[in-house]
């Protein structure tokens, strides 16, 4: 037995809390803006994943008017910091809706450090970090589809394996639905089958 949801009928708020608890867990971008005015702003996005490989993009979706979008429209610049289980309190306290104009880094208590190739300053406590230029946006409905093309990226040590991240070092936080956050929980690894490999049920 299931139950069918209509979005028409259930209206947008209602089948908006309905995606968010089911598309889930959800990576989280910590966005980093400057304004023109040179003030600093820092939010979480939890609609964010890769867009492109080459050349390097990553997107994250600004939900209304916020002023993470309104700095990246007016400078091209952000940077985007992983958000670690460690500064969970601090990650959710920059989705506060501070009045316009409040650095976030300033309010929450969190460290900016400068970046190196964009103006808006990376979050110093967090391992990782991905310095981008605007590529382009793209507006649906009442959201707007960032792009940001990746300049130059920052890992801190102690999180490499091997040269690579590890996600049991990194603990990146993912968003669920409502209030619920979650960690990383059991890591499973399965190879991909090449098809020359694979074995048909029915054969």
Aim: hydrophobic fraction near 40%.
């Amino acid at each position: 037995m299931r139950t069918d949801f209509d979005p028409d009928e259930l209206g947008p708020g209602a089948f908006y809390k309905f995606l968010t608890g089911v598309v889930v867990p959800r990576p989280i971008a910590w966005v980093a803006t400057t304004s023109a005015d040179g003030v600093h702003n820092l939010a979480p996005h939890s609609f964010f994943t890769v867009a492109c490989v080459t050349p390097p993009i990553v997107q994250f979706t600004s939900v209304g008017r916020k002023d993470s979008l309104a700095n990246v429209e007016a400078t091209g610049e952000m940077t985007v910091s992983l958000t670690p289980e460690w500064l969970v309190d601090e990650v959710n306290a920059t989705a506060t809706n501070f009045e316009h104009g409040r650095d976030e880094f300033a309010e929450v208590g969190l460290e900016p450090e400068p970046a190196l190739r964009v103006r808006p300053p990376r979050v110093a406590r967090s391992p990782v970090a991905l310095e981008c230029v605007l590529h382009s946006t793209v507006g649906l409905g009442d959201s707007t589809v960032v792009f940001g093309r990746v300049v130059h990226a920052v890992v801190s040590d102690d999180v490499l394996v091997d040269g690579r991240p590890d996600v049991g070092r990194l603990k990146p936080l993912a968003r669920l639905g409502g209030s619920q956050w979650s960690t990383i929980g059991e890591v499973l690894e399965r190879r991909r089958i090449d098809v020359r490999d694979w074995d048909y049920p029915g054969d």
